[in-house]
């Protein structure tokens, strides 16, 4: 009983990392960027979520809260996202690689710190309030799921499902997918590659920054460092499911989760953020392009 | 070849002239305590992103953990020192040749990946160095640190204590730069470029290009070592956490503020970041803002840093100097 | 475009040489305290993850220093407050130090904050005779650094202790469990206080489980914790982190009373229901009918327009300190104030102080309770019992 309960506990956690490795993985695809600036995104969208809920305290209808939580906080994160790409990452989309690595982590730097010196972010934590009908859990057996863990979960899956659909149906989709195929080509065969770049960095912005109200209401106590780790680890989570793939973010989401979660309940809780990038060495020793990625041979 | 003989001199003797005078100030009481404190902690920092250099500047591997070898090297001389009372000269080196052996293994499965994935494997062995430091209590102290770590000297003088660990910092600091500037002379430091330039060339021309991407990361991560040693009988207390993702990129900074690529550049990256950190601290919160736009901003427009990537050269400074207008270059 | 090229080149050139410059005129010495004030200095963390804590240390110092000055100083002079930033970061808390003892000349230290930090500057204050208390490191082994290092709050040892028989004696707890946080030395040596105490007096340890900083999910650990059934489960680490666990274990089933330390200060403001029926220890009771206590909040408020914390007394007591054994020592040698230190037993803000003979303070806790506040979901704090030494 335990067991599955931690298993619960597993997926859980996992469909947060899921959540925040679609947006991850989208970019990346795309543009080849590991944008190290996204868990800080989520911190934006977390911090919209706060005021959302506060502003809608005494409204009625806890639905309307969330779905104004959700809007503001894609709408404000995908500002942020494309401002970001616009000033720091276009300029460099042609240097080396190390120069644009180099710039999201300072372009992470600067939203983190930022953030603590505008006053009504940070520096000290802040509660969530979150509306009364969310909170509780559901009891089934002996296993106790909360309620924001179930719509973290459903989230996750619908945004899943949306987000493959729009990459694999639509014509946006079909440009992004020969954008992240071969950037001159697409530019030749007359894909503005500029707006496509623009439209991936708002939808993967939007995307943390949903990942950023779900995670607030998870964990309600919000600060302007806390999108570090759950950056890194949903990162990790991207790469495990091969860099790309958005089923594949979904997957190694959920296996995160889980792995971190059994770590941390039967073999040691000291050692779990040590298992995390621990797995992450071993798929890229194992199977680099990870678990649903193509292996791309690199073109001289 | 001669002309290279001559530089090389006269780098050495002007930093020997460096030293004579920054000693000379310092006992005399014009530079005080604080900034023989000062430049020695830039002495470290400068020893450390030398050694980042090498692998990301010269080799074009960026990795984001070396503060997990300084730490390596830091906690191996402390325990050798405080534990087996060996002397501190032994302890150092001690400490760079574990983090040396620590280098090779990670390079081991790591050095097969590129760019991105290199930097991020690199940052998951910083952190699980950090992990696992943490937990060996026994070893280590744990989160409480390791505390007590005797210093390079204790004459019972301030002033000279200063002046002494000023100049062992100094010492390792142009073992250091010596020995890297050689290894890039030499021909596997040719290769080691090739590698920055374009590997698959490089290993089309025949280089086993992971070998020599090993012995690059394998040297780093001992010079990296040597610093983390000489950190430790600097501070005298060392703490695990301390030594995490953004105190590496601290190194990444400095390597890219003077210039990937140019050792000279690096130097001169250690001593303004070391400075502009004390300076800027009246900023407060900003300052660390301020750190994250530079970044960025350096990135975007000043990608070569100070020096690019050429060498500071006495002669050619002279003739620089001397040369009248009107020829243009 | 050559000349543009060369434009930017001296641009670079003469950025470089005047970054040279900057270095030679800074070199120069700076100036130290002049001949008629008494230097005393402080390291806190103005920037950085637990600047809000320092930034009321220093201001709480300042104001006592302001206090002492307008009633005359300390033997004829005025005291004057250097301050130093670390960003709770030991490697710039030796060298805000060597600033301190070097440029300011400063003959006693109220620092560093974190544990950590003072452990890293322990060994050169006591080499340098300079008079070190500390407000809030609460390391046991800051002050077996030497007879000059003193503390003004707690050591782990003793809050776990007093959380320990609290639990076991006023709870009648037989079992218990605790949940750390294993990369923070404060938690980690509240939980190993707390263990030993609790197994002396009779108790079990049913389970120990640890997180790292940082982390937010804890239903493993949790989990476990619910499947042992223990009749407490203490939860040594601040406010914050707190709010996360205690939501997570009503959750997991974990019904129990859970404990804290004085890292809890403030939790309060910061959580909910679920912190209803749980008791943590602190300094003192904000809520005291205690005059100096009231008087200093007033005074606090006043000058700096914020609700004081427990660290912020602390510091104005640590300072308070200073300057009376200054005052009794008559001078400013090291030897007489380090010995009219020992003297200290008055009573202050956090309480009645006087030092042991390992120069920890022997005073009182209080232990605090969270009950249903007056608003839903507001928990309020009413004051439990005292527990003495």
């Given at each position: 009983?335990?067991?599955?309960?931690?298993?619960?506990?597993?997926?859980?956690?996992?469909?947060?990392?899921?959540?925040?490795?679609?947006?991850?993985?989208?970019?990346?695809?795309?543009?080849?960027?590991?944008?190290?600036?996204?868990?800080?995104?989520?911190?934006?969208?977390?911090?919209?979520?706060?005021?959302?809920?506060?502003?809608?305290?005494?409204?009625?209808?806890?639905?309307?809260?969330?779905?104004?939580?959700?809007?503001?906080?894609?709408?404000?994160?995908?500002?942020?996202?494309?401002?970001?790409?616009?000033?720091?990452?276009?300029?460099?989309?042609?240097?080396?690689?190390?120069?644009?690595?180099?710039?999201?982590?300072?372009?992470?730097?600067?939203?983190?710190?930022?953030?603590?010196?505008?006053?009504?972010?940070?520096?000290?934590?802040?509660?969530?309030?979150?509306?009364?009908?969310?909170?509780?859990?559901?009891?089934?057996?002996?296993?106790?799921?909360?309620?924001?863990?179930?719509?973290?979960?459903?989230?996750?899956?619908?945004?899943?499902?949306?987000?493959?659909?729009?990459?694999?149906?639509?014509?946006?989709?079909?440009?992004?997918?020969?954008?992240?195929?071969?950037?001159?080509?697409?530019?030749?065969?007359?894909?503005?590659?500029?707006?496509?770049?623009?439209?991936?960095?708002?939808?993967?912005?939007?995307?943390?920054?949903?990942?950023?109200?779900?995670?607030?209401?998870?964990?309600?106590?919000?600060?302007?460092?806390?999108?570090?780790?759950?950056?890194?680890?949903?990162?990790?989570?991207?790469?495990?499911?091969?860099?790309?793939?958005?089923?594949?973010?979904?997957?190694?989401?959920?296996?995160?989760?889980?792995?971190?979660?059994?770590?941390?309940?039967?073999?040691?809780?000291?050692?779990?953020?040590?298992?995390?990038?621990?797995?992450?060495?071993?798929?890229?020793?194992?199977?680099?392009?990870?678990?649903?990625?193509?292996?791309?041979?690199?073109?001289? | 070849?001669?002309?290279?003989?001559?530089?090389?001199?006269?780098?050495?003797?002007?930093?020997?002239?460096?030293?004579?005078?920054?000693?000379?100030?310092?006992?005399?009481?014009?530079?005080?305590?604080?900034?023989?404190?000062?430049?020695?902690?830039?002495?470290?920092?400068?020893?450390?992103?030398?050694?980042?250099?090498?692998?990301?500047?010269?080799?074009?591997?960026?990795?984001?953990?070396?503060?997990?070898?300084?730490?390596?090297?830091?906690?191996?001389?402390?325990?050798?020192?405080?534990?087996?009372?060996?002397?501190?000269?032994?302890?150092?080196?001690?400490?760079?040749?574990?983090?040396?052996?620590?280098?090779?293994?990670?390079?081991?499965?790591?050095?097969?990946?590129?760019?991105?994935?290199?930097?991020?494997?690199?940052?998951?062995?910083?952190?699980?160095?950090?992990?696992?430091?943490?937990?060996?209590?026994?070893?280590?102290?744990?989160?409480?640190?390791?505390?007590?770590?005797?210093?390079?000297?204790?004459?019972?003088?301030?002033?000279?204590?200063?002046?002494?660990?000023?100049?062992?910092?100094?010492?390792?600091?142009?073992?250091?730069?010596?020995?890297?500037?050689?290894?890039?002379?030499?021909?596997?430091?040719?290769?080691?470029?090739?590698?920055?330039?374009?590997?698959?060339?490089?290993?089309?021309?025949?280089?086993?290009?992971?070998?020599?991407?090993?012995?690059?990361?394998?040297?780093?991560?001992?010079?990296?070592?040597?610093?983390?040693?000489?950190?430790?009988?600097?501070?005298?207390?060392?703490?695990?956490?301390?030594?995490?993702?953004?105190?590496?990129?601290?190194?990444?900074?400095?390597?890219?503020?003077?210039?990937?690529?140019?050792?000279?550049?690096?130097?001169?990256?250690?001593?303004?970041?070391?400075?502009?950190?004390?300076?800027?601290?009246?900023?407060?919160?900003?300052?660390?803002?301020?750190?994250?736009?530079?970044?960025?901003?350096?990135?975007?427009?000043?990608?070569?840093?100070?020096?690019?990537?050429?060498?500071?050269?006495?002669?050619?400074?002279?003739?620089?100097?001397?040369?009248?207008?009107?020829?243009?270059? | 475009?050559?000349?543009?090229?060369?434009?930017?080149?001296?641009?670079?050139?003469?950025?470089?040489?005047?970054?040279?410059?900057?270095?030679?005129?800074?070199?120069?010495?700076?100036?130290?305290a002049?001949?008629?004030?008494i230097a005393i200095g402080?390291?806190?963390?103005?920037?950085?993850?637990?600047?809000?804590?320092?930034?009321?240390?220093?201001?709480?110092?300042?104001?006592?220093?302001?206090?002492?000055?307008?009633?005359?100083?300390v033997?004829?002079?005025?005291l004057?407050?250097?301050?130093?930033?670390?960003?709770?970061?030991?490697?710039?808390?030796?060298?805000?130090?060597?600033?301190l003892v070097?440029?300011h000349k400063i003959v006693a230290l109220?620092?560093?904050?974190?544990?950590?930090?003072?452990?890293?500057?322990?060994?050169?204050?006591?080499?340098r005779k300079v008079v070190?208390?500390?407000?809030?490191?609460?390391?046991?082994?800051?002050?077996?650094?030497?007879?000059?290092?003193?503390?003004?709050?707690?050591?782990?040892?003793?809050?776990?202790?007093?959380?320990?028989?609290?639990?076991?004696?006023?709870?009648?707890?037989?079992?218990?469990?605790?949940?750390?946080?294993?990369?923070?030395?404060?938690?980690?040596?509240?939980?190993?206080?707390?263990?030993?105490?609790?197994?002396?007096?009779?108790?079990?340890?049913?389970?120990?489980?640890?997180?790292?900083?940082?982390?937010?999910?804890?239903?493993?650990?949790?989990?476990?914790?619910?499947?042992?059934?223990?009749?407490?489960?203490?939860?040594?680490?601040?406010?914050?982190?707190?709010?996360?666990?205690?939501?997570?274990?009503?959750?997991?089933?974990?019904?129990?009373?859970?404990?804290?330390?004085?890292?809890?200060?403030?939790?309060?403001?910061?959580?909910?229901?679920?912190?209803?029926?749980?008791?943590?220890?602190?300094?003192?009771?904000?809520?005291?009918?205690?005059?100096?206590?009231?008087?200093?909040?007033?005074?606090?408020?006043?000058?700096?327009?914020?609700?004081?914390?427990?660290?912020?007394?602390?510091?104005?007591?640590?300072?308070?300190?200073i300057?009376?054994a200054i005052?009794?020592a008559?001078s400013t040698d090291p030897?007489a104030i380090q010995?009219?230190?020992?003297?200290?037993?008055?009573?202050?803000?956090?309480?009645?102080?006087?030092?042991?003979?390992?120069?920890?303070?022997?005073?009182?806790?209080?232990?605090?309770?969270?009950?249903?506040?007056?608003?839903?979901?507001?928990?309020?704090?009413?004051?439990?019992?005292?527990?003495?030494?």
């Amino acid at each position: 009983m335990v067991f599955l309960q931690q298993l619960v506990n597993g997926i859980s956690l996992g469909s947060v990392y899921s959540l925040i490795a679609i947006g991850y993985t989208m970019v990346y695809g795309i543009v080849k960027l590991i944008n190290f600036a996204h868990g800080d995104i989520l911190m934006i969208g977390a911090f919209c979520g706060y005021y959302a809920f506060l502003w809608a305290q005494g409204s009625a209808s806890p639905v309307l809260a969330v779905a104004f939580a959700f809007l503001l906080a894609m709408a404000i994160s995908a500002l942020v996202g494309v401002i970001i790409e616009k000033t720091c990452y276009k300029p460099l989309r042609n240097a080396p690689r190390i120069n644009a690595l180099i710039t999201a982590i300072g372009v992470s730097i600067v939203l983190e710190n930022g953030a603590r010196v505008i006053p009504f972010m940070g520096p000290n934590p802040r509660q969530v309030s979150i509306p009364e009908a969310f909170k509780g859990v559901f009891a089934l057996g002996g296993l106790t799921i909360s309620k924001v863990q179930v719509l973290t979960l459903a989230t996750s899956l619908v945004l899943m499902v949306v987000l493959t659909a729009f990459v694999q149906l639509t014509r946006t989709g079909k440009a992004m997918r020969a954008v992240s195929h071969d950037m001159d080509a697409a530019q030749l065969m007359g894909i503005s590659v500029n707006r496509i770049v623009s439209i991936t960095f708002a939808i993967g912005a939007a995307l943390g920054g949903a990942a950023g109200v779900l995670y607030a209401m998870n964990f309600p106590m919000i600060n302007p460092y806390m999108g570090i780790m759950p950056g890194l680890k949903a990162f990790i989570a991207a790469v495990f499911g091969g860099i790309g793939s958005i089923p594949g973010a979904m997957i190694g989401g959920l296996v995160m989760g889980v792995a971190e979660t059994l770590t941390k309940g039967f073999i040691s809780s000291k050692l779990a953020d040590a298992v995390a990038f621990g797995i992450l060495i071993v798929i890229l020793l194992v199977r680099p392009s990870g678990l649903l990625g193509k292996s791309a041979r690199e073109k001289v | 070849m001669k002309k290279k003989g001559v530089d090389f001199l006269l780098l050495l003797g002007s930093g020997l002239l460096v030293y004579c005078l920054i000693a000379s100030l310092a006992w005399v009481g014009v530079i005080d305590e604080y900034y023989m404190q000062l430049l020695s902690v830039a002495g470290v920092y400068i020893i450390v992103a030398l050694s980042l250099n090498l692998i990301t500047g010269f080799t074009g591997q960026l990795a984001l953990g070396h503060a997990g070898f300084m730490s390596i090297g830091a906690y191996t001389a402390a325990i050798f020192v405080m534990r087996a009372s060996l002397p501190l000269l032994p302890s150092v080196l001690l400490g760079g040749l574990v983090s040396a052996v620590f280098g090779f293994a990670i390079g081991f499965p790591t050095l097969r990946l590129r760019g991105d994935y290199l930097a991020i494997t690199t940052l998951g062995f910083g952190e699980i160095i950090r992990v696992v430091l943490n937990n060996l209590e026994g070893l280590t102290g744990g989160s409480a640190g390791l505390q007590g770590i005797p210093s390079f000297s204790d004459t019972g003088n301030y002033t000279l204590d200063a002046i002494i660990k000023f100049s062992w910092i100094f010492a390792f600091f142009v073992a250091t730069v010596a020995t890297i500037s050689n290894l890039i002379r030499s021909s596997p430091g040719r290769v080691i470029v090739s590698v920055r330039e374009d590997e698959i060339a490089s290993t089309s021309m025949g280089n086993d290009v992971t070998r020599y991407k090993m012995i690059a990361f394998t040297v780093s991560a001992f010079f990296a070592g040597i610093g983390g040693g000489l950190f430790s009988a600097l501070i005298g207390y060392l703490n695990p956490s301390d030594f995490n993702f953004l105190y590496s990129v601290n190194f990444v900074v400095i390597a890219v503020l003077g210039g990937l690529g140019s050792l000279t550049g690096t130097v001169l990256g250690g001593l303004v970041f070391t400075f502009a950190q004390e300076w800027l601290r009246v900023l407060g919160d900003f300052r660390l803002v301020v750190f994250g736009l530079l970044l960025i901003l350096l990135m975007i427009f000043w990608q070569s840093g100070i020096m690019g990537n050429k060498e500071l050269s006495i002669t050619g400074l002279v003739r620089r100097i001397f040369r009248k207008g009107g020829r243009a270059q | 475009m050559r000349n543009e090229r060369r434009g930017f080149h001296m641009f670079k050139k003469s950025a470089v040489l005047l970054v040279i410059l900057a270095f030679v005129v800074a070199l120069l010495p700076a100036c130290s305290a002049t001949s008629n004030t008494i230097a005393i200095g402080t390291i806190m963390p103005i920037s950085g993850p637990v600047s809000t804590y320092g930034i009321q240390s220093r201001d709480a110092s300042q104001m006592a220093i302001d206090e002492i000055n307008a009633a005359g100083g300390v033997l004829g002079k005025k005291l004057q407050l250097y301050v130093e930033d670390d960003e709770a970061t030991p490697e710039k808390t030796v060298n805000a130090f060597t600033k301190l003892v070097t440029q300011h000349k400063i003959v006693a230290l109220v620092g560093g904050l974190t544990s950590p930090c003072t452990l890293a500057i322990i060994a050169d204050a006591q080499k340098r005779k300079v008079v070190l208390v500390t407000p809030s490191s609460t390391n046991d082994t800051v002050t077996d650094a030497g007879n000059f290092i003193f503390r003004a709050c707690y050591n782990d040892s003793f809050q776990g202790q007093v959380m320990a028989k609290f639990a076991y004696q006023n709870l009648g707890a037989k079992t218990a469990a605790i949940i750390f946080d294993n990369t923070n030395d404060y938690s980690k040596g509240l939980k190993d206080s707390f263990t030993a105490a609790f197994t002396a007096l009779g108790g079990t340890l049913v389970d120990t489980e640890s997180y790292a900083k940082g982390d937010t999910d804890f239903n493993a650990q949790l989990t476990k914790i619910a499947s042992n059934k223990p009749d407490v489960l203490f939860v040594p680490d601040y406010y914050s982190t707190v709010s996360l666990v205690a939501k997570q274990a009503r959750t997991a089933g974990i019904t129990v009373p859970m404990l804290g330390a004085d890292g809890w200060d403030e939790i309060a403001n910061n959580a909910g229901d679920e912190v209803d029926g749980c008791y943590y220890s602190n300094h003192y009771s904000p809520d005291a009918n205690d005059q100096q206590v009231k008087d200093f909040v007033a005074a606090y408020k006043a000058k700096y327009n914020a609700e004081p914390n427990a660290l912020a007394a602390l510091a104005y007591d640590a300072t308070y300190m200073i300057a009376d054994a200054i005052k009794l020592a008559g001078s400013t040698d090291p030897d007489a104030i380090q010995a009219a230190m020992m003297k200290t037993n008055k009573k202050f803000v956090t309480g009645q102080i006087s030092f042991n003979e390992k120069r920890n303070p022997v005073k009182s806790a209080v232990i605090l309770e969270l009950v249903k506040g007056d608003v839903a979901n507001k928990p309020k704090v009413v004051y439990n019992t005292t527990v003495n030494p």
